[in-house]
């Protein structure tokens, strides 16, 4: 099970760093919303935010997405001061845990990135969108594949759980959607050490795993097998491996 407070508080705590360090999940945030511009109708009445945390996507569904309504919503209340500067009496913000709290009714498109791999299970969550879209409406979401941040599982032993595509796909048919898009790529950023790794990782909120202990033995020995593993000319890699889903309802 996630456990949630700590994810929330490592969320809470990377805030004020988290848009200068998101380098791949905001270019994931600008693939989903070509993806969404490409294969569905502009301008819904009405949208659902899952996670919004800092607002990056959000920024961009107003955007590019314009939708006359939007409920941002996100498990941290230290998120709402984050996004204060977009929200109106159309767009609101709720703080509450997406797996639990009942969703508004008559929605078109539900969004979300780069957060459902913190749900416990992810299957129940696309259940309630079903039920909270209208017909034909739209859950468009990315999230994470198995390979995301493999050299983190493979060094220190730390990782979520995730699910493959061909799995989300099963998930969502199950529940009688339909696939307009599902796409995965391999995005691989590099760093001038392990230490700064761990310290992208801490700005961007992903610490919220587990209770990792370090000490000076075992970050030196973490240092040296992934410089090891990983070094290359251009410093050493990190992996991010998002995976983007449009379905219709």
């Not at 294969?39 to 996670?51: A, D, F, S, T």
């Not at 696309?126 to 493979?154: K, P, Q, V, W």
């Not at 030196?220 to 000319?233: L, N, Q």
Request: aromatic share 10%; hydrophobic share 40%.
């Amino acid at each position: 099970m996630m456990d949630k407070q700590r994810i929330r508080s490592r969320f809470a705590k990377a805030a004020s760093n988290y848009q200068s360090a998101a380098i791949a999940q905001y270019e994931i945030a600008k693939k989903m919303i070509r993806l969404m511009k490409e294969n569905i109708q502009l301008r819904p009445q009405k949208v659902l935010e899952i996670g919004c945390g800092t607002g990056l996507f959000s920024r961009l569904i107003l955007q590019h997405i314009k939708p006359k309504k939007m409920v941002l919503n996100d498990i941290c209340p230290e998120m709402m001061p984050e996004v204060m500067d977009i929200l109106t009496a159309s767009h609101t913000f709720i703080c509450a845990d997406a797996e639990t709290y009942a969703f508004p009714k008559d929605i078109n498109l539900i969004a979300s990135c780069s957060t459902i791999q913190w749900f416990n299970n992810p299957r129940a969550f696309f259940e309630r969108c079903y039920g909270s879209l209208l017909d034909s409406g739209i859950l468009a979401f990315s999230t994470f594949g198995h390979d995301n941040m493999h050299e983190i599982n493979a060094t220190a032993h730390v990782g979520l759980t995730y699910r493959s595509k061909s799995e989300l796909i099963t998930e969502l048919l199950a529940l009688n959607y339909k696939i307009l898009v599902a796409q995965e790529e391999h995005l691989k950023l590099h760093f001038e050490s392990p230490l700064q790794v761990l310290v992208h990782l801490k700005q961007t909120g992903v610490t919220g795993i587990k209770n990792h202990r370090w000490t000076k033995g075992t970050l030196r020995a973490f240092c040296a097998k992934y410089t090891s593993d990983y070094g290359t000319e251009e410093g050493v890699s990190l992996t991010y491996h998002p995976i983007y889903i449009i379905a219709k309802k």
